[in-house]
């Protein structure tokens, strides 16, 4: 009984505030450190790629981008679902906070999908199966944010939200797949940014240090945004 | 039950021939839009044969998808869509009945014009069959799942774009699995795994969307 | 039979009412009365289980109808404030669907028969030729065919109509209540239903 009462005790919004506060604090320098080490690893220690030359450093940003925009969608997916179930408004709120840090990593996924494009494979898109399915991922963000912007009413817009984001979740393995066999249908294997240069464990390593920077650091983004949506509707 | 579903899609098909002008409408954006895009990338046979699965699928998803955000917006203006909410029947049984009426007023006369687009483009008779289970599998998917964007955005500021950005998105399975099919057809391979693909996602979606339309339209309405 | 308890509504950051609690047997009739914005229509749709309200519950023979939905709605007839027609349909196709969506059986004859004694014009004339009153006569005609729905819930029934349609709807109203039926309305005119016993809710 005494775990419940915890439990919903920081569903609240006013007890949650000064809590996430603290949190955010200490991921804000959880994800500086960890972004130091990861790139130091990626840019420094890591070998150079015999085919790919020095340009391949950059998957040690897109993969782990492209790793938490996925990620975050099914985080925000999973707070949407909740509020919409048990009518909590702070899980809502986490769901709204999440997703603008989710479309940032997708956008970023895409962005340096395309400069490794360019060197490796002499364009900056190649419809690679993909950064299309990343392409649609950021469709399907921008789509939640602003079905949130356009309604006015805060309940209302949660739970719309929370409606487009499970249709969403429920659909990204689909779209994924069938992006996929569209890309074999359409271009072979000759050009496929997912052949990534075999991993050297100093490669992992950097990507692994990486991806825990850029999860510490949506954590204490949502939280902090999530700070500022219960200031605005408390 | 089956009494209250009979009658949404009478009444909706009864309305729909009253007012023939946006059946109309719709299906001339269909035409309209297939016939663009040889003026817009030059008239070479072989480049449009090669592109006319594509082409008319796509058109056929935007004329489909214009006429979602009617769906539920003139029901909700005259209060009929609250008596509909009050119905005896359960909601999703009802909404399943509107989007059946949508699918035979604005899919199911593209699936019946889709050869005469076929024709323009060159594309072998051979392949008019795959062209037209292909739609016929596949438009009554795009309706049920524009109808869930059409039930969140109702009554919104920005409709019928945000409607669009919504729903876009989720179209993309279908219209793959639409075109490709007929591709592999053209290219001599079998298109039965992409049709059943397509089968597979109408069940699920016959299955799952009228409750998730049901529940947006009483978000939406509260 | 109906219990409101508690309701809370909050609309646009207003808050219109608080802690409103009231109960309705048969043989009642509650006017909900006060002024343009005062939540009557907000408090009629959440009895009906349109809108959800934003505390308290309301309950259908002892069942929250958040649970019962269709097996509470069976039991009601709602008119709102739009007369829930379409246009393009004449009067009594529009009464025949409305009849088969909420459960009831209702033939051709019947509606007939209904919109008669409402005085409309028999012929089949889409309803967008018809003026307000006879569009809010051919809704109100429902009430006609819904003689075993124990409860009606009216939002403004009395608007657009006049003297001798106006007296009519109070007749109806005032029998049904009379044969066991509960009936709410809102309206900001001056009825007078019959000998019923009148409870008055007031807003704001």
């Known amino acids: 009984m005494s775990a419940a009462v915890k439990w919903f005790w920081f569903a609240s919004p006013q007890t949650f505030f000064p809590l996430a506060g603290t949190i955010a604090r200490a991921c804000w320098i959880g994800a500086a450190l960890l972004a130091v080490a990861g790139l130091t690893v990626g840019f420094f220690v890591a070998p150079t790629d015999a085919q790919q030359g020095e340009a391949y450093r950059i998957i040690f940003i897109h993969v782990p981008a492209a790793w938490m925009s996925m990620f975050l969608y099914v985080v925000m997916a999973f707070w949407a679902a909740i509020g919409l179930a048990f009518n909590t408004r702070l899980s809502s709120m986490m769901a709204s906070a999440v997703a603008p840090t989710g479309a940032l990593f997708t956008f970023i996924a895409l962005w340096t999908g395309a400069l490794w494009g360019r060197p490796t494979w002499g364009a900056y898109w190649v419809w690679d199966a993909r950064l299309t399915s990343e392409l649609i991922l950021l469709f399907l963000y921008l789509g939640f944010m602003a079905l949130q912007a356009a309604i006015d009413d805060p309940r209302r817009a949660d739970r719309a939200g929370a409606v487009l984001a499970i249709v969403g979740v429920v659909n990204v393995p689909v779209i994924y797949y069938s992006v996929k066999w569209w890309n074999t249908l359409h271009q072979g294997a000759s050009v496929s940014l997912t052949r990534a240069p075999s991993m050297a464990s100093t490669m992992l390593t950097g990507m692994l240090l990486m991806a825990l920077a850029f999860w510490l650091y949506s954590i204490a983004a949502s939280l902090a945004r999530v700070r500022c949506i219960i200031r605005e509707r408390e | ?222 | 039979m109906l219990e409101a308890s508690n309701l809370d509504c909050l609309r646009g950051g207003r808050t219109l009412f608080r802690g409103l609690s009231f109960s309705l047997q048969g043989g009642e009739l509650l006017r909900i009365a006060g002024a343009n914005g005062s939540g009557k229509t907000s408090l009629l749709k959440i009895l009906c289980g349109l809108l959800t309200p934003d505390a308290g519950e309301v309950r259908w023979q002892g069942a929250p109808i958040r649970q019962l939905r269709e097996d509470y709605s069976r039991h009601l007839v709602y008119l709102g404030h739009a007369p829930a027609v379409k246009d393009d349909l004449t009067a009594a196709e529009n009464l025949t669907v409305a009849c088969t969506l909420a459960g009831r059986k209702a033939s051709p004859q019947d509606a007939q028969t209904a919109l008669e004694r409402y005085g409309l014009p028999a012929d089949a004339v889409a309803v967008r030729r018809l003026s307000q009153g006879q569009r809010r006569r051919a809704a109100l005609a429902r009430l006609l065919l819904s003689a075993d729905a124990p409860l009606w819930l009216l939002d403004e029934p009395f608007a657009a109509l006049d003297a001798a349609a106006a007296r009519f709807t109070e007749e109806l109203i005032a029998s049904h209540v009379a044969q066991g039926g509960a009936a709410i309305y809102t309206t900001h005119q001056d009825a007078n239903i019959g000998a019923a016993v009148l409870r008055v809710v007031e807003l704001g």
Do not use: C
């Open chain 2, 1 to 222: 039950m089956i009494a209250a579903a009979r009658a949404i899609v009478r009444r909706d098909l009864l309305l729909a021939l009253r007012r023939p002008g946006d059946v109309g409408t719709a299906l001339l954006f269909f035409v309209i839009v297939a016939s663009l895009f040889p003026l817009g990338i030059g008239a070479e046979p072989n480049l449009l044969r090669a592109v006319a699965p594509g082409v008319i699928w796509v058109a056929a998803l935007l004329s489909s998808m214009l006429s979602l955000s009617r769906l539920f917006a003139a029901d909700h203006a005259d209060g009929t869509l609250e008596q509909m909410l009050l119905g005896a029947a359960p909601l999703g049984v009802v909404v399943a009945a509107k989007v059946l009426a949508h699918w035979l007023i604005s899919g199911l006369p593209l699936v019946a014009i889709a050869p005469l687009i076929a024709l323009q483009y060159d594309l072998p008779a051979s392949l008019y069959g795959t062209l037209a289970v292909s739609l016929l599998l596949g438009t009554p998917v795009l309706s049920l799942i524009g109808a869930i964007g059409a039930a969140l955005t109702l009554g919104l500021r920005g409709g019928g774009v945000l409607l669009a950005l919504l729903v876009l998105p989720l179209y993309v399975p279908v219209l793959i699995m639409g075109a490709g099919g007929v591709d592999m057809a053209a290219a001599g391979l079998s298109p039965q795994g992409q049709l059943q693909l397509l089968a597979a996602l109408l069940v699920v979606a016959a299955a799952f969307a009228p409750w998730a339309i049901a529940a947006a339209l009483r978000i939406s309405t509260e």
